[in-house]
């Protein structure tokens, strides 16, 4: 089997125990449409230059410095030595800080993950960090410097191996209850809630990644013919909001429209489970208290 | 305060539909933030458009972007044209199918946002399908066109809103066989595995964002304002007295200086 480059290596270092990894990268970014810039006056192609704001001459690459404003106008330069002088020497080790329980982790901070393996195939420190977390239903936050910056990364088993994601540092999200805050605090229960819990569970199904395929590029091709047919574009019609008079009745009709259909993904019984789920739910709004 | 949104359209379940926004769950508002100047002016570099075949200037009015259809052969496409593509997901996200919350591996979640009703004749509905998702421990799945693609789209139930992930396309993610398939996977020495739980249990901690605090940016705020200082005129100095008129960079450093000892100190407990 042909195994790609390890994009790192290194250790993973907990207690007093190092254990030699690799890292892999685990997703890469797939093409998106590509459309190019162009001058609307004479159709040509156009490219990006470089210029001074003020004298308006252009700047090459090798002219270009970092600054960081300080007041109106002002500005620190920052040579690239400065910025890397304020990165910690790497030493190429991903030295566990804490462990976190899994339940309590807030996704919102994941940036990109990575797969971990052993450097060397039956490493027992690897096997016994991915058992013992596992095992403890936890998570390990370690920070190393990774492609020269200094990056937090959560490391969690999965399967054979560690995945390890780097996150985002704390002022680089918004919290979601500061996102949220303004929202009113609006409880449905009764007729409603059962409705769209029922509506809910015809519906029930899986995500397949390998059968979602991205239908943005033949839409625009076909825009594009149309365009050059002189056919008029196809308007797509903004739906109607339900209004709150009509909530409980619009519910009513979606509750009529699913149950008449079989249900198409799922052979399951649509009465609702929550029954069991309702210890699960509990640990869930912890995390967000 | 509001943060200009993202995104707007509707969001649909069946035939109740609402108003809804997004904006994204990152933010560069707070991240020491760099301009890109002239070395030998020291005054701010701009990017300007010039045409590739005559190197005039253009107007950014004047740029629009071009689907290629053949060699030197270009179709201009407006903006609003684009909007008008035909496909629902631009404007709508109309939850098709629900699944379990714990079915979707994390490797999956790309890029979070947070979804909210846009007015309030919405609030009922959106609250209804964010409720309904909690009560039942689902995640919805749809379809979203977010910059210039088609996305497969979870949502999930947080507090008040809606936390909205993309997700990562099939062909993205690597097979983790090629990776962990050569993984001894005999179990380990139950007795060392019981050392190992008792070494995690006394390094546990709760989950909180001061764990994703960041050292590198209060080392460079300091090696900012170390230079500033080098550099400012001796008359000038008296104004910088951080008593009288304290810098916005001073502040910063006070914050962020703050929160770092306040994590040293938990570290010590």
């Known amino acids: ?103 309590e982790i807030d996704d919102v901070y994941f940036d990109k993950p990575y797969y971990l393996a052993p450097d060397k195939m039956g490493a027992d420190g690897f096997k016994l960090l991915r058992d013992g977390m596992r095992k403890g239903r936890v998570a390990a936050l370690a920070r190393t410097v990774l492609f020269r910056r200094l990056r937090t990364v959560l490391i969690r088993p999965h399967n054979n191996g560690l995945i390890g994601t780097t996150l985002n540092f704390d002022y680089e999200i918004r ?115 | 305060m509001a943060l200009r ?50 190197g005039k200037e253009i107007e950014d009015e004047d740029a629009v972007k071009g689907y290629q259809k053949g060699e030197d052969d270009y179709v201009i496409l407006e903006e609003e044209e684009l909007e008008n593509v035909a496909l629902d997901s631009t404007k709508t996200i109309d939850i098709d199918v ?12 790309d890029t979070p946002y947070y979804l909210s009703p846009n007015e309030p004749v919405g609030e009922e509905a959106f609250s209804v399908i964010r409720d309904a998702m909690a009560s039942e421990d689902m995640v919805g799945i749809s379809r979203l066109v977010i910059s210039r693609r088609e996305r497969a789209v979870m949502l999930e139930p947080r507090g008040k809103g809606i936390v909205l992930w993309t997700l990562r396309y099939g062909d993205e993610v690597r097979d983790e066989n090629a990776y962990f398939g050569g993984v001894d996977d005999s179990p380990s020495d139950p007795e060392v595995v019981l050392l190992v739980q008792q070494l995690i249990k006394k390094q546990t901690r709760h989950w909180d964002s001061k764990l994703v605090a960041d050292p590198v940016q209060d080392k460079l705020l300091e090696i900012i304002e170390a230079k500033r200082k080098q550099t400012k005129r001796p008359a000038k100095t008296k104004e910088i007295n951080p008593k009288r008129a304290p810098s916005n960079v001073i502040n910063i450093m006070d914050a962020l200086r703050k929160s770092v000892e306040g994590e040293n100190r938990r570290g010590k407990r």
């Open chain 2, 98 to 109: 629900f699944a379990p919350s714990d079915s979707i591996e994390w490797i999956w979640l």
């Open chain 2, 5 to 54: 949104p993202y995104w707007k359209g509707y969001l649909k379940l069946s035939l109740v539909t609402c108003p809804v926004q997004m904006t994204p769950a990152t933010s560069e508002s707070e991240k020491v933030r760099f301009h890109t100047l002239n070395r030998v002016t020291h005054n701010r570099v701009m990017s300007r458009y010039v045409d590739a075949v005559t």
């Open chain 1, 1 to 103: 089997m042909v195994v790609a480059r390890a994009n790192w290596k290194g250790f993973i270092k907990f207690g007093g125990v190092a254990v030699a990894v690799k890292l892999y990268t685990v997703a890469s970014s797939s093409e998106r449409i590509a459309f190019h810039t162009l001058n609307r006056v004479t159709g040509n192609r156009v490219r990006r230059v470089f210029v001074d704001s003020e004298t308006g001459d252009t700047v090459e690459p090798e002219e270009q410095v970092k600054g960081y404003e300080v007041e109106n106008g002002d500005f620190v330069v920052l040579e690239p030595e400065d910025v890397a002088s304020a990165i910690p020497e790497s030493d190429k080790t991903l030295k566990v800080e804490a462990f976190v329980p899994c339940n």
């Open chain 1, 175 to 289: 919290s979601s209850e500061e996102a949220f805050d303004q929202l009113p605090d609006l409880k449905i229960e009764g007729e409603m809630l059962e409705l769209a819990k029922h509506i809910i569970n015809t519906k029930k199904g899986s995500f397949d990644p390998k059968a979602f395929d991205d239908r943005y590029e033949s839409a625009v091709a076909e825009l594009v013919k149309a365009k050059i047919e002189g056919r008029a574009l196809p308007k797509e019609r903004a739906p109607s909001p339900s209004k709150p008079g009509d909530l409980l009745q619009a519910l009513r009709e979606s509750a009529a429209l699913v149950s008449a259909r079989k249900p198409k993904r799922s052979s399951q019984k649509t009465d609702d489970g929550a029954s069991s789920r309702k210890a699960q739910r509990i640990s869930r709004s912890k995390r967000t208290a």
